[in-house]
């Protein structure tokens, strides 16, 4: 037991050594008992440390502002480590770029899409909660009305909170339909606390192409965690196929998405309406 004492105490003689010169402002000064006090807080920086055997060794401790100082490194170190940890999770969104920036803030808001913002924000903002549901949201509607880029801003949203997303079409799948053979893509879509499919529907109608969007879907909907689904088609479309092998694609989708209809003008038209304004009132006024 005595070397394991002697030993500690050769430890703490070596830091004790080396925080004397970390632990030192400029100005600190001794008191009346000769410890070391700090020249901005006053405090101690230092106390003598009593051994069973009876030694006394004067070591280092922190003043109000040394705890501090080191309260605020890590802090720092920890953000450093945030910011690093959801760039690598957005490199391996497979999100669009031009996406990529998209948040809720960002997002202009008008009276066509303000409803669906609110869900969608609310969505992001519950996310932990809904995870564990399995509940995931439909966006379905007009073409153009920004259910992709709203989607993206949930995706942008989870993953700032460190959540892990994958961004992706079906169409992108089945063009790249090797990826399902890739052990590492289908590990990666499944471990993902978010999938986000987008344009459902664009997808050829080829038996292969249903099979594997189904598989996409039922092999998401096992895991027990969520998707968004974006998709141009109306509700009736989906609830009354007109191709029957579709049914039951839509139907796993029903039961775990929560449905969030798109029904304003298209931005493309909202775009060329502001143009026609814009040379209207060049040319004519
Ligand atoms: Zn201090």
Redesign the pocket.
């Known amino acids: 037991m005595e070397s394991l004492g002697d030993a500690f105490k050769e430890v703490l003689r070596a830091n004790t050594k080396e925080q004397r010169t970390t632990n030192f ?1 400029k100005g600190d000064y001794k008191d009346d008992e000769g410890f070391l ?7 101690r ?1 230092e106390f003598d440390l009593e051994f069973p055997d009876g030694e006394v060794m004067r070591v280092p401790v ?5 705890v501090r100082k080191r309260d605020e490194e890590a802090e720092r170190k920890n953000l450093a480590e945030k910011v690093e940890r959801i760039k690598m999770l957005k490199a391996n969104s497979l999100m669009d770029r031009k996406f990529m920036e998209s948040t809720f803030d960002s997002l202009v808001v008008n009276q066509d899409n303000v409803k669906q913002v609110k869900i969608c924000r609310r969505y992001a903002e519950k996310f932990e909660e809904l995870r564990k549901k399995n509940q995931g949201l439909l966006l379905f509607g007009t073409v153009g009305s920004g259910k992709t880029h709203l989607a993206c801003c949930i995706g942008n949203y989870v993953m700032d909170n460190l959540r892990a997303v994958i961004a992706t079409s079906l169409v992108k799948i089945l063009q790249n339909a090797d990826l399902l053979k890739d052990d590492g893509f289908v590990r990666q879509m499944s471990m993902a606390d978010l999938l986000i499919l987008d344009d459902l529907g664009a997808e050829r109608g080829t038996d292969f192409a249903l099979e594997t969007v189904y598989n996409v879907i039922d092999s998401r909907y096992r895991t027990g965690k969520p998707m968004i689904v974006t998709t141009n088609m109306t509700l009736a479309e989906m609830q009354n196929p007109a191709d029957i092998r579709y049914k039951r694609i839509y139907d796993r989708i029903f039961e775990v998405c929560y449905p969030v209809e798109f029904t304003g003008k298209s931005w493309r038209m909202r775009e060329a309406a502001t143009r026609f304004d814009a040379m209207k009132k060049l040319l004519e006024e």
């Not at 006090?37 to 405090?43: A, D, L």
């Open positions: 402002e006090r700090c020249c901005i807080c006053h405090e920086k922190l003043c109000k502002c040394g």
